[in-house]
């Protein structure tokens, strides 16, 4: 099937892609800094190969033999995002820029680049702007996060050439199980609360619209359009959404799903204002031109959720490891200790 780099391939969607594309014959090269640990991969740990790197600094034969990237890696959310928005820039622009560089000159044939539907985010206090917006709506995301995903599509799509292939695919928020497991995106955060407090909490009474996809779908959209023909996606932007929905009727099916599992579940509105996103997005470009649809619900991602919750014993549901910016925070704190102890357990005496 080809030689595929997987960049980021230990994090929430990228370990999920890896065994996608290890059960469809790809040959998987991981490059991932492993700020989670590999959990995510111990499934098909001894069918990929783990490049353990910086995104920033790659070594230059990870490309060797390699004819199609997909870069799945970088910061993931706004929070992590605004925490350091110098190595957002640096792994979500830089990197991407000079990864595809190295790509091209050395022959790889195809590059994908994943950006995000929160580039379209129009706010809430402007319901007269809310529309469907596909690919072609003009976009001015002020985020730190989705600032770097629309500065990163601008500088790869010129690289577009009949030799180097270059598709970014904007993925609506990401829901559903994954080795390495998220609980900080919205349709997990309520299975997460329901398993944990029995309650699922609405901020701004969950007015706003927000469309959605699960991960496992979202990793066949990178097999379609890594086996795509490349005149079809070639220097082309492409909407992964599987429905749009306000977040008052997804936590809705959230909690009959969940009350069908037996697992209590309350919904608890508050209209405290908070800095929310809102908008709807469009997924029919890539139905037309790949005749891809998203097909797992909301209803089955949760059953499927609560399952492999309880399957792979994932309830320690306040461990940091979850939460993106929370183990990042973590991280640091650990680093600056060890920068002073020297050690974890021996002494600084022991290491003289």
């Known amino acids: 099937m080809g030689n595929v780099l997987l960049v980021g391939g230990a994090g929430y969607l990228g370990s999920v892609l890896a ?51 997909i870069n799945v890696g970088g910061l993931s959310n706004d929070p992590t995002a605004e925490y350091n928005p110098r190595a957002n820039y640096e792994m979500n622009v830089t990197a991407g820029l000079s990864l595809a560089n190295m790509a091209q000159a050395r022959g790889v044939g195809r590059y994908i680049y994943a950006s995000s539907c929160s580039i379209y985010d129009r706010g809430v206090a402007e319901e007269e702007r809310d ?4 690919e072609t709506a003009a976009v001015n995301p002020q985020a730190a996060y989705s600032a770097s995903k629309y500065a990163a599509e601008s500088a790869l799509l010129p690289l577009a050439s009949s030799t180097f292939c270059v598709s970014v695919l904007r993925m609506g928020t990401l829901f559903g199980f994954s080795p390495r497991m998220r609980y900080d995106l919205v349709v997990n955060t309520f299975v997460k609360d329901a398993m944990q407090k029995g309650l699922v ?43 749009n929905f306000r977040i008052s009727e997804l936590a809705l099916r959230v909690r009959k799903t969940l009350v069908e599992c ?7 509105p ?21 005749d891809f649809d998203p097909t797992v619900s909301i209803e089955e991602s949760v059953q499927t959720m609560i399952e492999s919750i309880q399957r792979y014993k994932y309830t320690d549901f306040d461990n940091p490891r979850y939460y993106n910016i929370r183990w990042m925070q973590l ?13 974890v357990f021996g002494s ?3 290491q003289q």
């Open 331 to 343: 991280l640091e704190e650990a680093q600056r200790t060890v920068a002073v102890t020297g050690s």
């Open 131 to 134: 529309v469907m917006l596909d």
């Open 19 to 69: 065994h996608e594309l290890v059960e469809r014959g790809y040959a998987v090269r991981v490059v991932d800094r492993l700020y989670f640990g590999d959990q995510g991969l111990a499934d098909v740990r001894d069918r990929v190969h783990l490049v353990v790197a910086d995104m920033r600094s790659l070594p230059r034969d990870v490309l060797d033999d390699v004819e199609t990237v």
């Open 262 to 268: 037996g697992v209590k579940c309350d919904i608890r």
């Open 201 to 243: 909490a609405l901020h701004y009474g969950g007015e706003m619209w927000r469309p959605l996809a699960d991960v496992r779908d979202a990793a066949r959209a990178y097999v379609a359009l890594a086996q795509a023909d490349a005149a079809t996606i070639n220097g082309q932007i492409f909407n992964l959404v599987y429905r």
């Open 348 to 350: 600084k005496l022991q």
């Open 270 to 290: 508050e209209y405290t204002y908070r800095g929310v996103r809102n908008y709807r997005v469009s997924g029919k470009k890539l139905q037309r031109s790949l």
